[in-house]
């Protein structure tokens, strides 16, 4: 007997409003002012509903953890459809990604600002700006990262999983852990105080004495340094879901 036959699925949807809501406001105020909540609300009310149908209390998971992650991921794929960045952006943005990992390869230690602008055969200025573009125009956070790396915050009501593909999703959490905390101090910090303590940028530039426009610029080359050390996972993710 499924959890939808044992509960009133309106009761259910009902009860699990609010929870959509605060997710909703939480993750707004991540994203551009492009982003209106209604549509996240909208989103949501959809993951929710999978959630009601695919949910599976035999898998360990309680509904209400399993139907935030359904909710959450169902926002972003939202955001990702509407995403309007000019096609430049992503391949820019793509471009310091792999400069980093070239560097970093080379060099064994963090590629440095200067390094990148000049790997990529640009002065500094034009470096920071294509920072504040990646950053601005659309959704790369830990959140989009982690779901990249075959769901791993999916935790239940799922088919049961090969062991090889369990594995695999254990291996990338904790490879993505490794490489927050090998991050260098000032991004680390930054990353500490925007996703755990949820301070916006304005306040952690008040907290590290820099302008919210440079918190912006260090919050977007530490998503495309983490981007670039975990990219062997994210290039497996795209040949397996090809294959």
């Keep these: 007997m499924t959890y939808v036959e044992t509960q009133d699925m309106d009761a259910l949807v ?111 200025d034009e470096y920071h700006q294509i920072l504040r573009d990646s950053i601005s125009c659309r959704v790369f956070s830990i959140e989009e990262l982690t779901q990249a790396g075959a769901s791993v915050l999916d935790e239940g009501g799922q088919v049961e999983k090969a062991p090889i593909e369990g594995l695999t999703q254990v291996g990338f959490k904790a490879a993505l852990a490794d490489a927050i905390a090998g991050l260098p101090e ?29 918190v912006c610029q260090i919050n977007s080359q530490a998503m495309l340094r983490l981007r670039a050390r975990m990219g062997d996972w994210l290039e497996d993710r795209e040949l397996r879901s090809k294959s």
Excluded at 188 to 211: A, F, K, P, Q, W
Aim: proline share 2%; net charge negative; no cysteine.
């Design 186 to 214: 000032r991004e680390r910090l930054v990353i500490s105080l925007y996703y755990d303590e949820e301070l916006n940028l304005r306040e952690i530039g008040d907290v590290i004495s820099v302008s919210e426009s440079r």
């Design 14 to 124: 009902s009860k699990h409003a609010p929870l959509v809501k605060r997710i909703a406001y939480h993750l707004g105020n991540r994203l551009p002012d492009s982003v209106q909540i209604d549509d996240l609300v909208q989103a949501g009310m959809l993951g929710l509903l999978e959630a009601v149908r695919g949910y599976d209390a035999s898998q360990g998971a309680s509904f209400e953890t399993y139907a935030g992650i359904r909710i959450r991921g169902s926002m972003l794929d939202e955001v990702r459809r509407s995403d309007w960045t000019p096609r430049s952006v992503h391949k820019k943005a793509r471009m310091v990604a792999e400069a980093i990992r070239a560097i970093e390869n080379e060099t064994g230690r963090d590629a440095r600002a200067a390094e990148v602008a000049s790997h990529l055969d640009l002065e500094v």
